[in-house]
Nanobody, 124 residues
Framework: QVPLVESGGGLEQAGGSLRLACAPSGRTFSSWAMGWFRQAPGKEREFVAAIRWIGGMTHYADFATGRFTISRDNAKKRVFLQMNSLKPEDTAVYYC?????????????????WGKGTLVTVSS
C-alpha cells in the first residue's frame, strides 16, 4: 500500500466548481485504476468516479454523471476530479483510492491505497 495525497478541497458556493487532485506519496506503485469516494457526515462512504490507467475508461456514480469529470496524468500517476455545478449535498470528505488487483469493478473494500481525504463544503 502506498499512501495517496489529495488536494483541492475547500469552500465553494452552490453552482461553482472545484478541482481535486490525487497523487501517490513517496515511491511509485502499480495500479490498474484510481478513483474517488466521498463521505458526508453521518453517511457511509460512497463511490464517486474511477478511471483506468490503460485506455482511460471512466465510471461515474449517477449523481456525478454530467457534473463531475475524472481524468488522469499517466506520467505522474495523478488523477483529478473536476466538479462543476456543485450542490450543497456534494458537501463531504473526498477520498482518493487505488486498486492494484484487477477485478473490473471498483469496490470500496477492494481499494488497496487511500488518501486521508480533502473536505469539500458547498454553501447554498
Amino acid at each position: 500500500q502506498v499512501p495517496l495525497v489529495e488536494s483541492g478541497g475547500g469552500l465553494e458556493q452552490a453552482g461553482g466548481s472545484l478541482r481535486l487532485a490525487c497523487a501517490p506519496s513517496g515511491r511509485t506503485f502499480s495500479s490498474w485504476a484510481m478513483g474517488w469516494f466521498r463521505q458526508a457526515p453521518g453517511k457511509e462512504r460512497e463511490f464517486v468516479a474511477a478511471i483506468r490507467w490503460i485506455g482511460g475508461m471512466t465510471h461515474y456514480a449517477d449523481f456525478a454523471t454530467g457534473r463531475f469529470t475524472i481524468s488522469r496524468d499517466n506520467a505522474k500517476k495523478r488523477v483529478f476530479l473536476q466538479m462543476n455545478s456543485l450542490k450543497p449535498e456534494d458537501t463531504a470528505v473526498y477520498y482518493c483510492a487505488a486498486w492494484t488487483t484487477y477485478s473490473g469493478t471498483y469496490p470500496l473494500s477492494g481499494a488497496d491505497s487511500w488518501g486521508k481525504g480533502t473536505l469539500v463544503t458547498v454553501s447554498s
